[in-house]
């Protein structure tokens, strides 16, 4: 029995769509971004209501559509005041941190062409963390904190650039080891500063706030930060066709006419902004940015042009759920810096495990 060659269609139809690309497809064409959204509408609209006062998801609605002027609430005012004055600030806080840290995330992580590194891996956080702790142990205002923990964040990273950079160009492998020789550093000037503290003023406030936590979001800190991720997610978004371009290799990019240096440190400040925003008002809140892009590649895939909303996405909800779990797991509140690394560090593990197999970039 003989066996027909293929059929000139079939040959030319090449291999058949992977399942991801089918999901991706499916879930974010056209309305799969709009139910993103919905879905992390709903997240917050829950974790409004959840809590040791309890509110029913409809009378959450209620009160935010009263809010604007859409319908009357017919609702307790103790319901409306913790709603709106304590757990709304709270809620968009960490909606905004999430997003931002995972579309630094991801960004870092296509520039550098290496899915280990993030704000964490490359100092960022460590510089800020030491800015931000610095503020509070000299001046004591939220504007200086996000100041300080911006520039020394941005000083963090210039430095980790100019270690690894050998012959005109940053090896991965230089910039990672690099990147924890900085980090190092830094938290040995954190432990310094916490050293000389006064153990009854500004050394517990400082001490809490590198673990991480919302419990102290107020609206104040909600303008700062959202000044900051917008600015930041702006510049990313702007850049979002160079990091794909970026992502191919600097000689690649230097060939299709992009200027990969000042790019590169458009890129950085833009990141060390996002993190120094979150940093000032959250502390060190890790493994959202190293984890969260890793999640939404596995779904939308490399592009950047729907991989850096889709971290965002990931993010903001990601943050909201563990926020909502730091609050209500046990009496006293669980820092978030702790619940994340819980959780972060073995799901790291997996994807780590499962892109070391398949490749980086094919989920």
Known sequence: MSVSAP???????????????????????????????????????????????AIEPLDVVRILLARFGVVDADVPDTARRVVELVRAPRILSAALAGAILGMTGAALQGIFRNPLVGPQIIGVTSGASFGGA????????????????????????????????????????????????????????????????????????????????????????????????????????????????????????TALGIRVEPTRWAILAAVALGVAGVVSVAGVVGWVGLVMPHLARMIVGPDHRKLLPAAALAGAGYLIIVDTLARTMSAAEIPIGILTALVGAPVFAVLLRRLHLKGWGRG
């Open 134 to 253: 610095l503020a509070i142990l000299l001046v004591g205002t939220t504007a200086a904190t996000v100041g300080f923990a911006f520039v020394f964040g941005l000083v963090a990273v210039f430095i980790v650039y100019t270690i690894a950079r050998v012959g005109g160009r940053a090896p991965v492998l230089m910039l990672v080891l690099a990147g924890v020789v900085v980090s190092a550093a830094f938290t040995a000037f954190v432990s310094l500063i916490k050293y000389v503290a006064d153990p009854n003023d500004s050394l517990p406030a400082i001490v809490y706030w590198l673990m991480g936590s919302f419990a102290t979001a107020t609206y104040e800190k909600l303008g700062i930060l959202t000044l900051a991720v917008f600015v930041s997610a702006l510049v990313l978004h702007a850049l979002r066709f160079r990091i794909n371009i970026m992502s191919l290799g600097e000689e690649e990019a």
């Open 7 to 53: 059929s000139e269609t079939a040959r030319e139809a090449g291999p058949a769509p992977s399942i991801r690309a089918l999901v991706s497809a499916a879930l974010f064409a056209g309305s799969g971004w709009l139910l993103a959204c919905t879905a992390v509408a709903v997240i917050a609209v829950i974790a409004l209501g959840v809590g040791r006062y």
